[in-house]
């Protein structure tokens, strides 16, 4: 029995040390690239420099002829151990399978030879892959994506990334991951490792769509959950980090519920673009160059740390900026809900003297206008806003706390006479005229809020009346008096509700007449509305200030508790029955004073006094002629006790 029990304890510590692709796959499943002699394993085929595979197998080895194609309709398992394929067509390539892909060691997949339109690895629509694993993988296109679609106007199909060191560097026009050359993004997913996707040259988008100047392109479904990604968009046309390629209409939605996630758009790209984009979570920093921070139809923030900055004339949250010589791009709705939020708006970039300067970026809202290129270098307006609700308050500097929102408008630029400055919230500032405009001026500043007044807490005691104060500061270009709504939370901020009483609770000011002891611990905030920012325009901002906490002291009770104890000790012992009865009803209302939680100071001191009186008050029933013989005795008594020292 010693015998067995030690050969089968030496089989697993044999187990135990033996690699990965040994436990996963028999000998018949390992495919080495290197080999051109062997034709067949188990779950593969080898003819015409191409490896079929069918089923599960491990790859290992370098090749700079050979290439892999998983068969159409296949559901696999693959290894790829240090596997090296630099081939002049598409080094892996699948169509209608599903491949579940592990790591191990450190592998390389570049297309980036003769035979073009190549992805690194191609995953074209209708084909699943999944990537994890410990190991790490290079992937580069050549006019497509470094994962993702090959040729031209090829969209992505489902790429899912668990696990493993990740590098997609997309080909001319084709996004790191995602679409080819004029493909869209697919659909995208990631919850684990650590990802790094540039797109290619002449307008791919980091993670998402490819060029899309001719169609296409669009940023597709995108799912962050977690691990670490840095999406660049590709040089020379740009594109967005995140979203759709180069002049792509970027329909599509992004989902981050957590992670690091670092999206930086090149030329006119934005970080994060989408026609839908929701942030939940995670640690999220999006950069445009010469474009929004983050842009969308519809953004909305729950939460997670989110840092945006606009670049150009660009919002930091919201809209781009115009062509040349344009009016400001008008952002999209945007809600704020939650996290810690920091926006930017681009300052405007300088341009000639006789154009003028070009408006800053708001750092919500609008972008700025541009320089007008014509001839007649008129002044263009700065973008508006479709809808900005933010359901949290603003910070008064940076950086914000949790659950607040910092925003700040880009400053314009220009050499004569500048661009205007963005609003902190609501347009971007319009551009300057150029020197040789008629009566040429500077722009003007966007319009919407530049800051906000904060309610501060207050304590009172008991009974007292206060007032809280509160406010928006808009910037000089909105003239509409905002609508105002106090409201309160008995909740700790839980839930509100509208005050809902004639005490200015529609203004800038709520007074508080008269304070009890149920409201220690209220929270009050003011509710915020600007709609038609400026004349004819349709755009709304809803805001909240921050909210200030109500601290109602009790009165101090401690003196008149002690005077009622010392009261209630005095015995009757011929007082008369008016002076007891006053002192005896003057306790019972120093009691009753005692056990009102709303009592006043003023209340407690007066019923100090009156007892007290009553105290003094006191008054002994007058002597009979029996009683005043009888005293008098007492008196002779003691004083000749003293007199004569006797007992």
């Known amino acids: 029995m010693k015998k067995v029990l030690a050969i089968l304890l030496t089989l697993f510590i044999i187990l135990a040390l033996l690699p990965v692709s040994a436990l996963a796959i028999s000998s018949d499943d390992f495919i080495d690239l290197d080999d051109s002699v062997t034709t067949q394993g188990t779950g593969w085929s080898y003819s015409d420099m191409v490896f079929t595979v069918t089923g599960d197998v491990t790859i290992t080895g370098a090749t700079t002829e050979n290439r892999v194609v998983v068969q159409p309709g296949a559901d696999v398992n693959v290894i790829l151990d240090n596997a090296n394929i630099v081939v002049s067509d598409c080094s892996f390539s699948m169509a209608g399978a599903t491949v579940n892909l592990t790591l191990v060691g450190a592998n390389i997949l570049n297309s980036n030879g003769t035979q073009g339109q190549k992805a690194g690895l191609e995953v074209s629509a209708g084909s699943t892959l999944v990537i994890g694993g410990t190991g790490s993988l290079a992937a580069t296109g050549k006019e497509g994506a470094g994962i993702g679609g090959s040729g031209y106007f090829n969209d992505c199909g489902n790429i899912s990334i668990t696990g493993g060191v990740i590098t997609a560097n997309g080909g001319s026009g084709g996004a790191g991951i995602g679409g080819s050359n004029g493909g869209g993004g697919g659909t995208i997913s990631i919850s684990g490792g650590e990802v790094t996707a540039k797109g290619g040259l002449n307008g791919g988008a980091g993670i998402g769509g490819g060029n899309g100047s001719e169609g296409g392109g669009a940023c597709g479904t995108v799912t962050i959950s977690g691990g670490t990604v840095t999406a660049t968009a590709g040089s020379f046309l740009g594109g967005s980090g995140i ?40 640690n999220v920093t999006a950069k445009g160059t010469r474009n929004a921070g983050i842009s969308g139809d519809s953004i909305t923030i729950n939460g997670g740390a989110v840092t945006a900055n606009g670049d150009g004339s660009a919002a930091g949250i919201g809209g781009g900026i115009a062509p040349s010589g344009g009016n400001g791009q008008r952002s999209g709705n945007i809600t704020i809900n939650g996290g810690s939020v920091t926006a930017i708006g681009g300052n405007g970039n300088t341009t000639t003297a006789n154009r003028g300067g070009n408006g800053g970026g708001a750092g919500i809202g609008g972008g700025g206008g541009t320089a007008d290129t014509s001839s007649a270098h008129k002044s263009k307006l700065g973008g508006g806003v479709s809808s900005i609700i933010i359901n949290i308050p603003l910070a008064s500097s940076y950086p914000p706390g949790e659950n607040e929102v910092y925003a700040q408008g880009g400053t314009g630029s220009g050499i004569n006479y500048k661009g205007g400055k963005g609003a902190n919230i609501g347009y971007g500032g319009s551009s300057g005229d150029g020197a040789d405009a008629p009566n040429a001026s500077d722009g003007t500043d966007g319009a919407g809020i530049d800051g906000i007044i904060n309610p501060e807490n207050k304590t009172v005691n008991v009974t007292n009346s206060t007032t809280f104060n509160a406010g928006v500061i808009p910037t000089e270009e909105c003239l509409l008096v905002p609508a105002v709504q106090w409201q309160i939370s008995t909740d700790n901020g839980k839930t509100w509700k509208d005050v809902e009483d004639s005490n200015s609770s529609n203004s800038g000011i ?104 009553a105290i003094d008050g006191l008054r002994k029933n007058p002597l009979s002629l029996w009683e005043k013989i009888i005293e008098f005795i007492q008196k002779i008594t003691k004083w000749l006790k003293e007199l004569f020292k006797f007992n």
């Not at 970027?250 to 670092?262: H, L, M, Q």
């Not at 905030?525 to 809803?542: A, F, L, Q, V, W």
């Open 243 to 282: 979203g759709g390629g180069n002049s792509s209409m970027c329909s599509g939605s992004i989902t981050i519920d957590g992670g690091i996630v670092k999206a930086t758009g090149y030329r006119f790209g934005a970080g994060i673009e989408s026609s839908d984009i929701v942030i939940n979570n995670g």
């Open 510 to 613: 709520y007074i508080l007449t008269a304070t009890s002891l149920s409201m220690n611990g209220n929270l009050y905030r003011n509710e915020i509305t600007i709609t038609n920012i400026i004349e004819n325009d349709t755009g709304s901002i809803k805001l909240y200030t921050k909210p200030a906490m109500l601290t109602v002291n009790a009165a101090v009770v401690d003196t008149l508790a002690t005077l009622i104890t010392q009261a209630k000790a005095i015995e009757k012992n011929g007082y008369s029955d008016a002076t007891w009865n006053t002192l005896q009803a003057a306790i019972t209302d120093a009691q009753n004073i005692v056990a009102d939680a709303d009592v006043s100071q003023a209340q407690v001191d007066s019923q100090i006094a009156d007892l007290q009186k």
